[in-house]
């Protein structure tokens, strides 16, 4: 908690002690996560607000997408529409909840333009706030509410997927913070029982919004690889590899259509 305190004196009150920062630290001391309490995070040099309580973004989704990124600037091949369309590549970042995805993208890939899919209301607004605050051209993006593709017309030329996947059985839930089942926004955390249920509904339409050479990043937990491998079969993926965090943990796929 020390460390934690020293970090909001630092990160929100520029180390200016005051009445406000002693109802932080009575916040932090109930359970809540410092990230909320501060009120923002930072995603691949992007400043990612929390004011409107989305989950809050993992380092282990922050390691892949820099990858990811580093990928696209060096493939040489996409899909139609960067091949053909002024030099424009289409981005889809579903489930996006603060938008720390696709914001992180934009910032980093010049001609990179970017859907953002997501059904709950406040992190609809949350993306807005960031893609604000982040400097991010109105004529670079679009917000749609959606649940997985409902909302989504169009192809793209790479999807990234980061759905809810934590399995929502007791034995899984106890094993979770209980700052994050306190504080951070369910439904952005379950999958289903097994954690599959979002997966296999994204899995199963995916390729109808992909250009040809177009390409699927996605988040996993890494004890779903095997069921994700057969899920990959049967939806008739043809060339996929799965990737460890920094961690050492299976947490995300690359396929490719």
């Given at each position: 908690m020390k460390k934690e305190v020293e970090w909001l004196l630092k990160e929100k009150y520029h180390g200016v002690p005051g009445p406000e920062f002693e109802k932080d630290v009575e916040r932090l001391n109930r359970g809540e996560p410092l990230d909320y309490v501060i009120g923002f995070t930072e995603f691949l040099g992007c400043k990612i607000d929390l004011s409107k309580k989305p989950l809050i973004p993992r380092p282990e989704t922050e390691y892949w997408v820099e990858k990811a990124i580093k990928?696209?600037?060096n493939r040489k091949?996409?899909?139609?529409?960067?091949d053909k369309?002024?030099?424009r590549l289409f981005i889809l970042d579903?489930?996006?909840g603060s938008g720390c995805v696709g914001v992180s993208i934009m910032r980093h890939?010049?001609?990179a333009e970017v859907v953002f899919a997501e059904?709950?209301?406040n992190a609809l607004e949350q993306i807005k706030i960031n893609c604000k605050i982040n400097n991010i051209d109105k004529e670079k993006y679009k917000i749609v509410k959606s649940d997985v593709f409902s909302g989504v017309k169009g192809k793209f030329d790479y999807i990234f997927a980061n759905p809810p996947y934590v399995s929502n059985n007791q034995e899984t839930r106890n094993k979770i913070q209980k700052s994050v089942l306190q504080y951070e926004p369910t439904n952005a955390l379950f999958g289903g029982e097994n954690?599959?249920?979002?997966?296999r509904k994204f899995l199963a339409k995916a390729p109808d919004f992909l250009y040809p050479k177009?390409?699927?990043y996605m988040e996993f937990d890494s004890i779903q690889k095997v069921q994700i491998e057969k899920l990959l079969k049967k939806y008739g993926y043809v060339a996929r590899e799965f990737y460890k965090d920094q961690y050492g943990k299976w947490r995300w796929v690359v396929v490719d259509n």
């Open positions: 990928e696209i600037k091949s996409f899909g139609s529409a960067q369309i002024n030099n579903v489930f996006a890939i010049n001609n059904k709950d209301k954690g599959l249920f979002y997966i177009g390409r699927i």
